[in-house]
């Protein structure tokens, strides 16, 4: 029986060594992670949400009864050309929808692994533990990225359809051209993409947390929620300012003439002092556990 049992062993003790391991080694990277993110539910979800907005928006407004608006906002000018329908739906979904996409898309990639047993699979090859939290990190910052892009083009394609091409309108009375407005718009696009990024490294740190994913994106929407609630509260004062998103709304600033550049600068240097924060205490925590799972 001892020598029957030898041969046995021998495939077991060798299969870290094993070549199809060393392929999965060599082809774990960006490439083969994407292809996985891409076949899960969650950014199949997030980007047909991203996708679907703008014709729900457009069927909102023209079923709805638009006497008797005023102009003191975006929303109220949304209907006034393609510019406005793309300025007013991205500010929209900024506030809410987009925080819950890249929440679902940031928060589910290790997670996500871990409660399926693919992630002690991947340190058993072994993967370099720091390695294979950038290629997720990328990865899902990418398709992040991918779904707001989606919305932006989205967005101004059917506002052109739905509203036509006309000349930005600010709730002061000014116009933009369209040219004018369309570069006005990819700065927005690129501000609301960097506050993005702390939505981003809070859900990656706690998806590096726990191993229900569920977890991580619920307690990174709460964790935003909450602070949207305090930065209502005037008492706080200058302690507002300290609010990871307080500066959230600040692409605002860009349809302003003149552009008010120091609150933009203010709100750039928040998300990287805080995004860093958050991803540096991700890698000490996933560098130092003990993956069992």
């Not at 928060?107 to 871990?114: E, F, L, Q």
């Not at 004018?180 to 706690?206: D, K, P, Q």
Request: hydrophobic share 55%.
């Amino acid at each position: 029986m001892t020598e029957e049992a030898a041969p046995r062993q021998v495939p077991a003790q060798a299969s870290i060594a094993d070549p199809v391991d060393r392929r999965v080694v060599a082809g774990f990277g960006v490439r083969l992670e994407l292809r996985r993110q891409l076949s899960r539910w969650p950014t199949r979800l997030a980007w047909g949400l991203c996708l679907a907005l703008p014709f729900v928006l457009v069927a909102a407004f023209h079923l709805g009864d638009r006497r008797g608006v005023g102009e003191a906002s975006f929303a109220d000018l949304a209907t006034a050309g393609a510019a406005n329908f793309t300025v007013f739906t991205v500010g929209a979904a900024a506030s809410f929808l987009l925080t819950v996409v890249v929440a679902l898309l940031a928060g589910d990639t290790v997670a996500s692994d871990a409660s399926h047993g693919t992630l002690r699979y991947l340190l058993a090859v072994p993967v370099p533990r720091g390695r294979l939290l950038a290629v997720k990190l990328t990865v899902s910052v990418l398709t992040a990225m991918v779904a707001l892009l989606g919305l932006v083009v989205t967005t101004y394609v059917v506002g052109t359809l739905a509203f036509g091409w006309r000349p930005l309108r600010t709730p002061r009375g000014d116009e933009m051209a369209a040219g004018e407005a369309l570069g006005r718009i990819v700065a927005m696009t690129a501000y609301v993409a960097l506050t993005l990024l702390v939505v981003a490294a809070l859900a990656f740190l706690l998806s590096v947390s726990t191993d229900a994913p569920l977890a991580a994106v619920g307690g990174t929407v709460m964790v935003v929620v909450v602070g949207a609630i305090l930065d209502q509260v005037t008492e706080l004062g200058p302690i507002r300012a300290l609010l990871p998103l307080h500066y959230a709304d600040a692409w605002w600033g860009l349809f302003t003439d003149p552009i008010r550049l120091e609150e933009l600068a203010k709100g750039g240097v928040s998300t990287l002092v805080y995004s860093v924060a958050f991803l540096v205490v991700a890698w000490w925590r996933f560098l130092r556990a003990d993956i069992v799972t």
